[in-house]
């Protein structure tokens, strides 16, 4: 059992690194219908392994059972001396120890595959299920501007992530903007934004990209918003439109990410002070409590994929951990708490304000 558990791991790893490696070099070439069964004979094979796994692991349940009983059997039979039934039960603990040992080696291994599996393919797995990771552009580009110098005559090539940042470029108005990412959901993100740009008005549009206003959304989508989308991008809204009903700011990865913090800051107060706009830190011990926390590395390895943060960037910072607490102090204690940073506002607050916002919504 141990020994196929070491197996599975390092095959599993070989299998998707081959799989990936494949849909590289046929990208091109690749038939229709011919991903989608790569696909499924991979799922086949994983499934089928995790199921010996189980199946081993539920036999070598039943035989340590099977020995428990035979040897409680033992104990209690009515002519058993004590040497025979001490004996009996010295066997019973050392199968239930065994079985504990065992139990553990199991769970942490299967946990470290799992582990293993989220870290490094969590954001491709995401990409291929066409699903949004970011919900917010977070490059800031107030420093982007300041950098760029943007003219009338610079054409600006890049990613499109939320959008916020391309609409934000426009401002400046360039000469064009190319916007390319490697997750079609985010490209979608961004085709839908210029369409209601486009076709509605301003207070509309702030409704649904602020403030999630689900009614305005679903009352201009099949009439207005949709007919100007290519195809593929019509495929998706169709199929995603609980992401403005369920509220944008939540949505994607990263929206998951800032729902498993958003209950504790609430809990602390951090919540009515960033919504009241409050330039300060609220101080009471729960806060300095979490700032610890959320300094621990382990705690953003399991976040970081949630923010499309890939592995190679999470190593980088491991190896100047200082570097990181440093950066994380500077946020927590004064960033986060600026009167224009729309980006920790829209988490916490759950919407837009437009006394916060990015600049393109003003």
Known sequence: ??????????????????????????????????????????????????????????????????????ELKTSLMPKADWTERNWALARIVMVMLGHIVCFFSVTTRMAGILHDVYEQHFIMHTIEQRTIIYNISWEDPRVERELLDIGPSDVILTISSAGCNVLDYLIEGPKAIVACDFNVAQLAVLALKLECIRNLEYEEYFKIWAESDFEVF????????????????????????????????????????????IPALRFLGVTDYMVKRKMYPPANIGLALVRSFLQLQWVWAVLAPLGGVPKSQLDL??????????????????????????????????????ECCPRYME
């Open 1 to 70: 059992l141990l020994h196929h558990i070491a197996w599975f791991r390092s095959w599993f790893f070989r299998r998707v690194q081959a799989r990936r490696d494949q849909d590289q070099a046929l990208s091109e070439d690749t038939e229709p219908g011919k991903d989608a069964v790569r696909t499924k004979k991979l799922k086949l094979e994983v499934t089928a392994h995790v199921h010996l796994v189980t199946v081993l692991f539920v036999a070598q349940t039943l035989m340590h059972l099977t020995l428990v009983v035979i």
């Open 218 to 261: 679903e009352a201009n989508y099949e009439s207005v918003l949709r007919p100007g989308l290519d195809p593929e991008y019509q495929s998706f809204w169709d199929e995603n439109k609980h992401l403005i009903r369920e509220n944008f700011m939540f949505a994607g990865t990263s929206g998951l990410a800032a729902k498993l913090l």
């Open 317 to 354: 910072v491991k190896r100047e951990p200082e570097v990181w607490s440093e950066r994380l102090e500077e946020v927590l204690g004064r960033r986060m708490w600026l009167p224009d940073n729309y980006f920790y506002y829209a988490y916490i607050a759950g919407r837009w304000s437009k």
